[in-house]
């Protein structure tokens, strides 16, 4: 069904609605197990993605668990609610559990936490995805995506290369900060690059 699901998607979205180009797809190829953090500015984010994750999984807001067709097919998908009001920490062991006992997997997390509207250069970075990856050992994939794109425009998905985390900082506030903004920041300058050509 996944498959199935993937195809129809990249056909749909990613090549009638949008004309997505990926760039850099090599830097995240040919990792096996990684977060993957990118900006966050349209409901499309995660279909742009979907498509070319090999065992995706993904992170999202809990509202949209709230309709049963929908919350049967993002568990079909790999992807579970977290509660951004509060601090969700059973999504995020959950999330950092997923990473053990298998070979492969690249989880989906948007860094601030929610859609940034077009007047607004970018939001607060979030220190989970950090805390996760360092629990978890895994690097994170920095992704930039066309922010705010018309139906029918061109979209960059910019992968980057990927960020390895200590793993002994889990419990440092400061230094998982550090390295969520500097995330953060690798991720809008991909964007800034890739408008300057």
């Known amino acids: 069904m996944v498959k199935f699901i993937k195809v129809l998607v990249d056909i749909i979205v990613c090549k009638l609605l949008f004309r997505v180009k990926y760039i850099n797809y090599d830097n995240i190829k040919n990792v096996d197990k990684c977060i993957v953090c990118s900006n966050h500015s349209t409901a499309y984010d995660p279909f742009f993605l979907f498509p070319k994750l090999d065992f995706f999984c993904a992170m999202a807001k809990k509202e949209l668990f709230r309709y049963k067709i929908l919350s049967y097919f993002f568990k079909k998908l790999g992807i579970f609610p977290i509660d951004r009001g509060n601090k969700d920490f059973t999504s995020i062991f ?11 997997r690249k989880l989906v997390i948007f860094p601030e936490g929610t859609r940034i509207k077009k007047n607004k250069a970018r939001g607060k970075a ?8 360092s629990k978890a050992n895994v690097p994170i994939i ?23 985390v200590p793993t002994n900082i889990s419990k440092d506030k400061e230094e998982l900060a550090k390295y969520s903004n500097m995330i953060l920041d690798t991720i809008y300058d991909m964007g800034k690059a890739n408008e300057k050509k």
């Open 94 to 104: 959950h999330a950092v559990n997923l990473f053990k006992d298998v070979d492969k």
């Open 126 to 133: 979030k220190i989970g995805p950090v805390y996760i990856s």
């Open 142 to 164: 920095p992704v930039y995506i066309t922010k705010n794109p018309h139906i029918f425009s061109k979209v960059y998905v910019i992968f980057g290369k990927k960020i390895d």
